[in-house]
């Protein structure tokens, strides 16, 4: 487990990047959700090490270790994947995005079918411009995406907020989990290893401070610059039925666009756990498709 490494990218701009798992092992491009890092693949570790896969965390442009991106777009993601992959020697490889990471693994599947082998979306974010996009959303998650959208200097504000109460742990920690949908708080109240990496993934979400997140929360509210239907690689989606962050909507809207795909729904789990709970059943799928 490496957790803080970087690569310089042609344009000058450092990637950063951390390994868990299996450093011989099938490799696994993992893209984080919002506001997070490559940290939040902390989660992973145990899993992937158990089933040799080597997974790869990076961060986006303007978090974590990785050099802001003016002027960037979700269709610019997929050649900075690749120069991380051309610098680690990896030639096919899966990527993975979990929450606020699902359109970057998406239009890497999109535009990099000759190296994505497939596509994981785990409980991953769908355009909010599709029909029904919200329903079942929880107002926080409603109310966020929706300035995003529709007024993004209000998001900036809300980013900003959001980054000035990440040297409060305990209080932070806290409402995570009273602000979480009533399976994720029955989940990470038995699992306090859980809300310790997701508040350690958020502080490293602000290391530079708020600008690449604020890019980050403005890209999920314009159209994101590629089709689904164009995806021709297999996409697996793995979802919580009780999932109030994004909703179960978000996942049957995307399995219904995307040609080579499959759903599997999880009837007892939420977000988060969706995201941590069951990874050993998507590595086990990932590696016998």
């Known amino acids: 487990m490496t957790d803080s490494q970087t690569i310089t990218l042609s344009d000058g701009r450092k990637l950063g990047y951390a390994e868990y798992g ?19 693949a902390r989660l992973t570790n145990d899993a992937a090490s158990a089933r040799n896969v080597r997974l790869i965390a990076v961060d986006r442009p303007g978090i974590g270790l990785s050099d802001f991106q003016p002027k960037r777009r979700i269709v610019d993601w997929p050649r900075d994947v690749s ?10 490889f899966v990527v993975m995005g979990a ?27 769908g355009p909010l411009r599709a029909p029904n996009a919200m329903k079942g959303m929880s107002v926080q998650n409603r109310a966020l995406f929706s300035v995003a959208r529709w007024a993004p200097p209000l998001g900036d504000l809300v980013v900003w907020a959001l980054a000035r ?38 502080v490293e979400a602000f290391r ?24 021709t690689v297999p996409v697996a989606l793995w979802q919580g ?32 756990g969706c995201m941590a709970n069951h990874l050993d059943e998507v590595f086990d799928a990932v590696l016998s498709a």
């Open 99 to 125: 929450s606020g990471g699902g359109p970057y693994a998406a239009v890497c599947a999109r535009a990099l079918p000759d190296r994505v082998t497939s596509a994981v979306l785990l409980a991953g974010s």
């Open 165 to 202: 109460t990440a040297g409060d742990r305990d209080r932070l920690m806290s409402q995570m989990i009273r602000s979480s949908s009533p399976a994720d708080r029955r989940f990470l109240e038995q699992r306090p290893d859980v809300v310790e990496v997701m508040y350690d993934s958020f």
């Open 241 to 272: 039925d009780k999932d109030a962050n994004v909703p179960p909507a978000m996942a049957r809207y995307m399995a219904r666009k995307i040609p080579d795909s499959f759903a599997t729904f999880l009837p007892d789990d939420g977000h988060i």
């Open 83 to 92: 120069q991380l992959a051309d610098q680690l020697g990896i030639d096919g």
């Open 22 to 40: 299996d450093t011989g092992g099938s490799p696994i491009l993992y893209f984080h959700g919002f506001p997070g890092s490559r940290i939040e």
């Open 208 to 231: 530079q401070g708020s600008r690449g997140a604020r890019q980050d929360l403005s890209l999920y509210g314009r159209p994101w610059g590629f089709r689904l239907d164009k995806i």
